[in-house]
């Protein structure tokens, strides 16, 4: 929620189910300054690229089942961003609302475009495989970015033009997402860019 006073762009989201505990802050107009300890050590890892490649600040501290495996956490910290970016942009006055990334990793080659439509919708095209990287089953990132764009109400496309190692599309994923994020929530003007007066 923007504070009037010293207009940060900000949104602080808990989360509390049988399944996990979660505190999630986000700073939109940051520094990619993060504290990031989810349980699910590549999901940090991912969050971390977000945080620094999208310039947001982000806290997170997860309390999950990760006993049973890192699905229940994954999801609904994607919930909490997504929850948390919602709550920073308001009524969304002012901001470019789309965005775009194409990420290169190496052999990959990643491409993320999104629109802050206040319309949830995700085309999912990304084959890391149905493998783990770790202890992080890859078909958890379609997870995590379906919950994120469901409860932001981003409008998300996904797409890999080409790739091989799964660390390698993921990781691209992740940074094109924060990249793509931060272009679409930079204010430019003082109303809502839509021919209908809001979104």
């Known amino acids: 929620m923007t504070d009037p006073v010293t207009s940060i762009r900000q949104g602080t989201v808990n989360r509390k189910t049988g399944e996990t505990d979660i505190q999630l802050d986000l700073v939109l107009d940051g520094k990619g300054d993060y504290k990031i300890d989810s349980g699910v050590p590549f ?21 999950g089942d990760t006993e049973v495996d890192d ?3 994954v999801e609904d910290i994607g919930i909490c961003l997504g929850q948390a970016f919602a709550k920073s942009l308001g009524d969304k006055k002012g901001i470019k609302r789309y965005g775009s990334c194409y990420m290169p990793m190496d052999e990959t080659l990643v491409r993320v475009v999104v629109d802050l439509s206040n319309r949830p919708y995700i085309h999912y095209e990304l084959d890391p495989g149905d493998q783990k990287i770790g202890s992080f089953d890859t078909c ?29 599309i993921i990781e691209a994923l992740f940074k094109a997402l924060g990249r793509a994020m931060n272009e679409a929530t930079q204010t430019i003007g003082i109303g809502v860019m839509s021919s209908k007066g809001c979104l």
């Not at 990132?141 to 409860?151: W, Y």
């Open 71 to 73: 699905h229940h956490t």
């Open 140 to 168: 958890l990132a379609k997870e995590f970015v379906r919950a994120f764009a469901l409860h932001a109400g981003v409008t998300l496309h996904v797409d890999m033009l080409h790739g091989e190692n799964a660390h390698h």
């Open 43 to 63: 999901l940090d890892h991912m969050l971390t690229l977000f945080a620094v490649h999208g310039f947001f600040n982000i806290i997170v501290e997860a309390d």
